[in-house]
C-alpha cells in the first residue's frame, strides 16, 4: 500500500482518482490547491504525488518547482487535459506527465513505476 497525494481543483477528478486508488489498496489524501502543499506532504509523508497543472489560484508547475526544491526523490507525476504542457520547461522537473482521461490505466501505471523506482533492489 503507497501513500498518494493527488492535487486538483476540479472535485469530480478527485473523486474518481481517490476512489479508483483507494480500490488498488492505496491511501489517498486529495487536496484542491498546491497552497501549503510542504505541510501537507510533511504530515502525509506520500510516496508520490498526481499534480495538476491548471488550477485556480496557482498553477501546478509552480507547485512541482517548490516541490523539487523541498523534496527532490518525491516523485511527481503532472496530470493535464492538455498534452502541450509537456513541451513546458517547467514541466521536465515532473518524473512523469500524463494527459487526463476518464481511464486511469496510464494514470495507474506512472504510479506503478514510480513506486518501483523509490523501492531499493
Given amino acids: 500500500m503507497a501513500r498518494i497525494l493527488i492535487v486538483d481543483d476540479e472535485e469530480h477528478i478527485r473523486t474518481?482518482?481517490?476512489l479508483e486508488l483507494e480500490d488498488e489498496g492505496h491511501q489517498v489524501l486529495a487536496l484542491e490547491t498546491g497552497e501549503g502543499l510542504a505541510e501537507q506532504i510533511d504530515a502525509?509523508?506520500?510516496?508520490?504525488?498526481v499534480l495538476d497543472i491548471k488550477m485556480v489560484g496557482v498553477s501546478?508547475?509552480?507547485?512541482?518547482?517548490?516541490?523539487?526544491?523541498?523534496?527532490?526523490?518525491?516523485?511527481?507525476?503532472?496530470?493535464?487535459?492538455?498534452g502541450s504542457y509537456k513541451g513546458d520547461v517547467k514541466s521536465i522537473a515532473a518524473d512523469y506527465y500524463v494527459v487526463k482521461s476518464s481511464d486511469l490505466?496510464?494514470?495507474?501505471?506512472?504510479?506503478?513505476?514510480a513506486l518501483a523506482a523509490r523501492i531499493p533492489g
Avoid: H, M, W
Wanted: net charge negative; aromatic share 12%; hydrophobic share 35%.
Fill in 16 to 18: 474518481l482518482y481517490t
Fill in 44 to 49: 502525509f509523508n506520500p510516496d508520490v504525488v
Fill in 60 to 82: 501546478g508547475l509552480d507547485v512541482l518547482q517548490e516541490v523539487r526544491s523541498r523534496y527532490y526523490d518525491l516523485p511527481v507525476i503532472l496530470c493535464s487535459a492538455y
Fill in 105 to 113: 490505466t496510464e494514470l495507474k501505471q506512472k504510479i506503478d513505476n
